[in-house]
C-alpha cells in the first residue's frame, strides 16, 4: 500500500507564494516519478508538473513555468511545489500523485493520489 498525502494549501492574494508538500509513505520504494494536478469548480482535472525521484528532471505546464517550481527528497519520497506569482486563476484543489512508471502529465500512468489541497488566490 502507498499513501499519499498533501499540505500547504491556503489562502493568498494574488502576487503571493504558497509552498506545497507531499509525502508518500507505505511501500514507496516502487515510486519513480511523483506530479502534481490541479482541479477547479467545472474544470477537467489538469496536469502541474511533475519530477522524476531519481534524477530530478522537471516538468511543467506551460501556464507556471517561471512561476512554479518543483522538487524531491527522493529519501522521504516527499516532493515540493514552491508555488511563486501566484494568479486567481491558479486557484483550485492541487492533487499530488505517485507514479511507478514516469514522471508525465498523463492522469492514467499515476497510480497513487492525495486527497487534494485547496489552493485560493484572491484578486
Known amino acids: 500500500q502507498v499513501q499519499v498525502v498533501e499540505s500547504g494549501g491556503g489562502l493568498v492574494q494574488a502576487g503571493g507564494s504558497l509552498r506545497l508538500s507531499c509525502a508518500a509513505s507505505?511501500?514507496?520504494?516502487?515510486?519513480?516519478?511523483m506530479g502534481w494536478f490541479r482541479q477547479a469548480p467545472g474544470k477537467e482535472r489538469e496536469f502541474v508538473a511533475a519530477?522524476?525521484?531519481?534524477?530530478?528532471?522537471?516538468y511543467y505546464v506551460d501556464a507556471v513555468k517561471d512561476r512554479f517550481t518543483i522538487s524531491r527528497d527522493s529519501a522521504k519520497a516527499t516532493n515540493y511545489l514552491q508555488m511563486n506569482s501566484l494568479k486567481p486563476e491558479d486557484t483550485a484543489v492541487y492533487y499530488c500523485a505517485a507514479s511507478n512508471s514516469i514522471a508525465t502529465d498523463k492522469i492514467a500512468l499515476y497510480d497513487y493520489w492525495g486527497q487534494g489541497t485547496q489552493v485560493t488566490v484572491s484578486s
Open positions: 519530477i522524476s525521484m531519481g534524477g530530478g528532471a522537471e
Open positions: 507505505g511501500r514507496t520504494f516502487t515510486i519513480y516519478a
